[in-house]
């Protein structure tokens, strides 16, 4: 009877224990989530601020939940509106533009690049259609190149399409490397055909506007999709 008691006891013990750690465990993931969400709305705080260092901070937490490895829909969000800031995202002071930090937007849209999926794509195509800072727009390129191309090539239609305005106005190396890199995976990706790569690859090859090593990559990326295609 006694020893049947101690295990009744024991039991009763052990019901406890486990209720206490479920509940223990249960405000554990709340207490996460709580934490997370309050640091989303302060890097949401920093990223709209009109200081410049302070945006670079909810960069840099940014970044660090992005290592960390699945990062919450919110910084997408954030990001995507940090990318647009000063072109689109405006905040006016004393008749100017107070928010306008190409450096900030290019970090924004580097690190769009390395979040998968159609939200992405979607900023960044929104940013180069509406950008007027070559760095900014070949960052663009890069992120969206990161992205991948498929069968359908409007991504890469959008691309060579704002190029050739920069390529009539202000020719820039880094964007020509940039459009040039994507051309070659887009052919490396797919086997659609667009002819605008050969204009493109061909024009930038020939224009004394971009410097040598430019015009020589663009030579050798335009021999490598010839011969992969078999022209």
Avoid at 36 to 41: D, G, N, Q, R, T
Avoid at 52 to 58: D, G, P, S, W
Wanted: proline share 3%; charged share 20%; net charge neutral.
């Amino acid at each position: 009877m006694y020893l049947l008691w101690n295990n009744k006891i024991l039991v009763v013990v052990f019901c406890v224990v486990t209720a206490v750690t479920a509940v223990a465990q249960d405000l554990s993931i709340e207490e996460s989530y709580l934490k997370k969400s309050v640091e989303i709305m302060i890097i949401s705080e920093q990223a709209r601020s009109a200081d410049r260092q302070t945006k670079l901070a909810a960069l840099g937490y940014i970044r660090q939940m992005m290592d960390k490895g699945n990062p919450p829909g919110d910084v997408q969000e954030i990001l995507s509106y940090m990318a647009l800031e000063g072109i689109l995202n405006k905040i006016r002071a004393e008749g100017h533009t107070a928010n306008n930090f190409p450096d900030i937007r290019m970090k924004a849209v580097e690190y769009l690049g390395d979040l998968k999926g159609q939200d992405a794509v979607n900023t960044l195509t929104r940013v180069l259609l509406v950008e007027n800072e070559p760095s900014v727009t070949a960052e663009a390129i890069r992120s969206l190149t990161k992205q991948g191309f498929d069968e359908n090539s409007y991504t890469l239609d959008i691309i060579l399409y704002v190029f050739r305005n920069y390529d009539n106005k202000m020719p820039n190396n880094v964007l020509a490397i940039s459009v040039i890199d994507s051309c070659l995976a887009f052919t490396e990706n797919t086997e659609a055909k667009n002819p605008w790569i050969y204009s493109t690859l061909l024009g930038i090859s020939m224009n004394p506007s971009y410097a040598k090593p430019v015009r020589n990559h663009a030579g050798r990326t335009l021999a490598k999709i010839y011969g992969k295609t078999g022209n």
